[in-house]
């Protein structure tokens, strides 16, 4: 059974940064990509961030394009999100998701249909 288990989720002031953790477990990756997503109150689920698994190249939104890094240790099985310069904006419930196939296009990698596997989400919140 695979699962994603999302960590490091929290309070930060704006300006402030945070590392959020992705660990997966039930199976190990070889293709497709590993992704972040976030949901804001009321708004929909959003693309954040990915990386294709074949080749390591990353992608980012342009809302969080130079501020948020997505890496990944394979020892670990984890994939992290490092979030510098935060703002309130950056508020919302983050996600981590898998795609066993995915198009690395804009449109393919952004998709939330394309990624078969979810986690939980974990918490985070920007003061102002």
């Known amino acids: 059974q695979v699962q994603l288990v999302e960590s490091g989720g929290g309070l930060v002031q704006a300006g402030g940064s945070l590392t959020l953790s992705c660990t997966t477990s039930?199976?190990?990756?070889?293709?497709?990509?590993m992704g972040w997503f976030r949901q804001a109150p009321g708004k929909e689920r959003e693309f954040v961030a990915a990386?294709?698994?074949?080749?390591?190249?990353?992608y980012a939104a342009d809302s969080v394009k130079g501020r948020f890094t997505i890496s990944r240790d394979n020892a670990k099985n984890t994939v992290y999100l490092r979030m510098n310069r935060m703002k309130p904006d950056d508020t919302a419930v983050y996600y981590c998701?898998?795609?066993?196939?995915?198009?690395?296009?804009?449109?393919?990698?952004?998709?939330?249909?394309?990624?078969?596997?979810w986690g939980r989400g974990t918490q985070v919140t920007v003061s102002s």
């Open positions: 990386f294709s698994v074949s080749d390591g190249n990353t």
């Open positions: 039930g199976r190990t990756f070889r293709s497709g990509a």
């Open positions: 998701a898998a795609a066993s196939v995915v198009s690395m296009t804009d449109q393919g990698r952004s998709s939330l249909s394309a990624y078969d596997y």
